[in-house]
Every structure is written in structure tokens, then in C-alpha cells.
């Protein structure tokens, strides 16, 4: 009798010892599965809306140190660059000035415009300072519109020009926006016309 006594403390302290076992590998369990549940990593944001009605964009290689300008002028303003950066319709975000005072190498301008004036648009590029040596400077112009605030900005236009000297400038873009910020056909050239010695 005294032998199957110790027997059944054993299979007692047994079945307690699994019970107590089964119960953590489950709680551990169900904390592993809430786990993602209480930090969710943030989402992504909807398609941001980026400010301006207008955007010019300007991007050059960014292992390049040189300085490029964009120029742009809307319908019935003045030029809006590097030593104006306001106009009426238009304002230049930062004039990038190559690998000087940049916190990122990353060789970019932009400038946006409050609203969308109809007429007739011109967008130049201008090598200012060539430190890089480099015999030609590719140079790549994206124009978007927004024709209003709650319309995502739809590229119109994109090109690439080649600067081959300081003090260069080109017409990369004149073209025409009617009534409802639409791009007129047939009115996109780059004839040129200097913007950056009309400035005032």
C-alpha cells in the first residue's frame, strides 16, 4: 500500500507539473500572437500631395560638384532663379549649390507655383559653377500640374539637356496652359529665351 501511495504523489505531482507547463506554453503563445498587434508598424501614407500647382523639377548627377540654376518664368511674371526666389506664381524652393552647404548629395531644385496662370511658360537651366571638371553636365527637367487641391500632380513634360560650360544657359521647356491648368498642343518648343539677365 505504501508503494502505490508514493505512486499516486508521483503521477499528482506529474499531472500538476504538465498542467502549470501546458498553461505558460500557452500564455507564451498568446503573447507571441499579439506580439505585432500592440506596436503595428505605421503605414504608409496615401499618395502625398505635393504643394504648388505648378512643379518644375531639376535633377543632375549627383556625384557631379557643380552648381546648376533652374529658371522659370510663368505668364506675365518676372524670371524666378537663384537671385530671385519669389515671384507672383512662382517661388524656388533652395537654390542646390552643388556638394557645398548640403546636408545630402543629392543635386535637386524645384519650384512650385500658387495657382495655375494660363499662357505661355519657360523653363531654362544655367551652369553656374562647374567644380566637378566635367566636360558635360546631364541634366534632366520634369514638369508636373495640379490643376487644383485636390487633384494629384500629373507630369506634363520631361526632359534632358546637356551643359557644357559655366555660364551656359538653355531653353529646356516653352509651352503653353490654358484655362484649366491643361497643356495646349502643339505649343511645346524650346525656342530660346535668356531668363536669368532678365531677372528684375
Same mark, same amino acid.
Do not use: C
Given at each position: *500500500? ?25 500564455? &507564451?503563445?498568446?503573447? =507571441?500572437?499579439?506580439? @505585432? !498587434?500592440?506596436? @503595428? ?12 500647382? $505648378? ?22 511674371? +518676372? ?12 517661388? =524656388? ?12 548629395? *543629392? ?9 495655375? @496662370?494660363?499662357?505661355?511658360?519657360? $523653363? #531654362?537651366?544655367?551652369?553656374?559653377? #562647374? ?14 500640374? +495640379?490643376?487644383?487641391?485636390?487633384? @494629384?500632380? +500629373? ?9 557644357? !560650360? ?9 509651352? %503653353? =496652359?490654358?484655362? +484649366?491648368?491643361?497643356?495646349? %498642343?502643339?505649343? &511645346? ?12
Amino acid at each position: *500500500m505504501e508503494g502505490l501511495d508514493h505512486f499516486d504523489d508521483n503521477t499528482g505531482d506529474t499531472v500538476f507539473r504538465d498542467i502549470i507547463f501546458l498553461a505558460l506554453a500557452g500564455f &507564451v503563445a498568446i503573447v =507571441l500572437l499579439l506580439l @505585432p !498587434h500592440l506596436n @503595428p508598424p505605421a503605414r504608409a501614407e496615401a499618395e502625398t500631395n505635393a504643394p504648388g500647382n $505648378v512643379i518644375v523639377e531639376l535633377r543632375w548627377p549627383d556625384e557631379l560638384n557643380s552648381d546648376v540654376d533652374l529658371w522659370v518664368e510663368a505668364p506675365g511674371d +518676372k524670371p524666378v532663379g537663384y537671385s530671385n526666389k519669389g515671384g507672383v506664381s512662382f517661388n =524656388l524652393l533652395r537654390d542646390d549649390l552643388g556638394n557645398l552647404a548640403d546636408a545630402t548629395r *543629392m543635386n535637386y531644385e524645384v519650384s512650385y507655383s500658387r495657382g495655375v @496662370p494660363h499662357g505661355e511658360y519657360t $523653363v #531654362n537651366v544655367h551652369l553656374y559653377r #562647374n567644380l566637378s571638371g566635367a566636360d558635360s553636365i546631364p541634366v534632366t527637367v520634369v514638369i508636373s500640374v +495640379k490643376p487644383s487641391e485636390d487633384a @494629384p500632380a +500629373k507630369q506634363i513634360l520631361a526632359t534632358s539637356v546637356d551643359l557644357r !560650360h559655366e555660364g551656359q544657359e538653355i531653353t529646356a521647356f516653352r509651352f %503653353s =496652359l490654358d484655362e +484649366k491648368g491643361r497643356l495646349i %498642343s502643339g505649343s &511645346v518648343h524650346d525656342l530660346p529665351r535668356p531668363l536669368r539677365s532678365r531677372k528684375s
